[in-house]
């Protein structure tokens, strides 16, 4: 199985910007569909944006589309997403996900069941 350990939240005021990481271990990292998600207080887990091994397909929810970017070095067994233009609605503690033998279009549109989380990073986003 694989080990997931995210780092990159913190404070920022809207309009700012934060680049999360969620480098993975123990792991085959190419056999896994790795993903981000978010959870906000009271609120269900979403799902954020994907990437496929290769880089070439992404997705994102339309809530982000446009002002985040997700990306991978397979290199470093690391997925990235950078978050830009942030608004207080993103406030939530930002998870990285992985499915083993996933895809990127079922992880999209839920149909793969996210079983690999990481512990999480706090995204605060004020005024």
């Known amino acids: 199985q694989v080990q997931l350990v995210e780092s990159g939240g913190g404070l920022v005021q809207a309009g700012g910007s934060l680049r999360l990481s969620c480098a993975a271990s123990?792991?085959?990292?190419?056999?896994?569909?790795m993903g981000w998600f978010r959870q906000a207080p009271g609120k269900e887990r979403e799902f954020v944006a994907t990437?496929?091994?290769?880089?070439?397909?992404?997705y994102y929810a339309n809530s982000v589309k446009g002002r985040f970017t997700i990306s991978r070095d397979n290199a470093k067994n690391t997925v990235y997403l950078q978050m830009n233009s942030l608004k207080p609605e993103d406030t939530a503690v930002y998870y990285c996900?992985?499915?083993?033998?996933?895809?990127?279009?079922?992880?999209?549109?839920?149909?793969?069941?996210?079983?690999?989380w990481g512990q999480g990073t706090q995204v605060t986003v004020s005024s």
């Open positions: 123990g792991g085959y990292f190419p056999g896994y569909q």
């Open positions: 996900g992985a499915v083993w033998r996933g895809t990127a279009q079922a992880m999209a549109d839920g149909t793969d069941t996210v079983n690999y």
């Open positions: 990437i496929s091994w290769s880089g070439d397909t992404t």
